[in-house]
């Protein structure tokens, strides 16, 4: 199968975030079987879904990762000009949901695995693909807490975010929770007989707002745009009419952190906050919701040296968002982001990657193969 042909059908196997992936996870099974690779699924809590990890070559010898997830995020936004579930050919570019974010970089690590089983390889190429990383990289911790016993420990992981091509040495780490704030229903006209979830959230929130004002001052680190760490409540809902006092509120918050800070401590005015509402009496409940720490791949670090030689483009020092290779570094496995496409056209309509880029990666990881060799 050429890599378009591959892209195509990865698309149209339906595998948005937070649901059962068993269908993609079947046929990257048998695809990557079916060209003498050894396939291994390590299933996740939720009893519907999987990752998946193979490799080719000798898994008892240090090797390297590449590590892409499976999951796409939702396609509901109003502007796709054609069904994002099936992939569209215009010239250079190749529309459908998860092209860039990530369904390109597998597209081409599979396209390479035909190439990669002819080589008689004395290091290993692990395919390590997740699930659930659209939701805060739920799926990728079960697979790494397996590795010891799937393969030697390896001795470097690409993480194929999309990043045209160019190698990443460095991300925020991120935390999110939900903040839950239960009160009692009643009349408006009667407030004094109830408890307004809402108003008693507004202390939570001013904690939000006020910690996020105060990590702009720092710690600073200027590889990250900004060059602080930021804190938000990205959702808020409560409520049922307006003369209704409303019984329930819920905000969900984040915090991305700088390197060598710990995103959970950002967090603490927060849940000091929603302790103070339960110290009144006032029900309040905290959930984590995900959490990844940051990355910071030294700039003379072999991994940068090898893929900068493999794409020929200097490795930047940072981006914002955040990947799975920081659970990588934490797991003492050396880490770096590098694959096809351009985070910019991710999580959008029309989302298209350029068959060109596909074809890059694709060399890219076979170039790696051919170093794996004697």
Not at 42 to 53: M, Q, T
Not at 61 to 85: Q, R
Not at 159 to 166: A, L, Y
């Amino acid at each position: 199968m050429t890599i378009v042909e591959i892209l195509d059908r990865l698309v149209s196997l339906y595998s948005v975030v937070g649901t059962p992936n068993g269908e993609i996870v079947g046929w990257i099974s048998d695809y990557l079987r079916s060209h003498g690779a050894k396939v291994s699924l390590v299933p996740g809590p939720e009893g519907d879904r999987a990752n998946l990890f193979a490799t080719v070559g000798p898994a008892d010898k240090a090797g390297f990762i590449l590590s892409g997830h499976m999951d796409v995020v939702p396609a509901g936004e109003p502007g796709w000009t054609s069904n994002p579930f099936k992939l569209r050919v215009q010239g250079e570019r190749l529309y459908g949901r998860g092209t860039a974010d990530m369904k390109g970089f597998l597209a081409a690590a599979l396209a390479a695995v035909p190439a990669l089983a002819k080589l008689r390889l004395s290091r290993p190429i692990h395919l390590a693909f997740s699930y659930d990383e659209e939701a805060g990289a739920r799926g990728v911790p079960h697979l790494i807490a397996r590795l010891p016993h799937l393969c030697a420990k390896p001795s470097a992981a690409i993480v194929g975010e999309p990043s045209n091509m160019q190698g990443i040495r460095g991300h925020k780490g991120k935390v999110a929770a939900r903040i839950t704030v239960k009160g009692m229903a009643g009349h408006s006209s009667r407030p004094d007989l109830g408890i307004n979830a809402i108003h008693a959230m507004a202390e939570v929130l001013n904690a939000v707002i006020r910690q996020a004002e105060r990590l702009t001052e720092g710690p600073l680190n200027p590889a990250f745009e900004p060059p602080y760490s930021s804190l938000q409540a990205g959702v808020v809902s409560g409520g049922q009419a307006i003369n209704i006092i409303p019984d329930r509120c819920v905000i969900e918050v984040e915090a991305r952190a700088v390197y060598g800070v710990d995103p959970a401590d950002l967090l603490a005015p927060v849940k000091a906050a929603v302790d103070r509402l339960r110290a009144k009496g006032i029900e309040a409940e905290w959930a984590q919701m995900s959490a990844y720490p940051a990355l910071l791949l030294p700039e003379d670090a072999s991994l940068a040296s090898l893929v900068r030689d493999l794409t020929g483009k200097e490795p930047l020092p940072a981006v914002s968002y955040g990947t799975e290779a920081g659970l990588y570094q934490g797991a003492g496995i050396d880490a770096i982001i590098c694959g096809p496409g351009d985070i910019g056209h991710a999580h959008k309509p029309d989302e298209f990657i350029l068959a060109s880029d596909l074809v890059a990666c694709r060399r890219m990881i076979e170039t790696l193969g051919e170093r794996c060799i004697g």
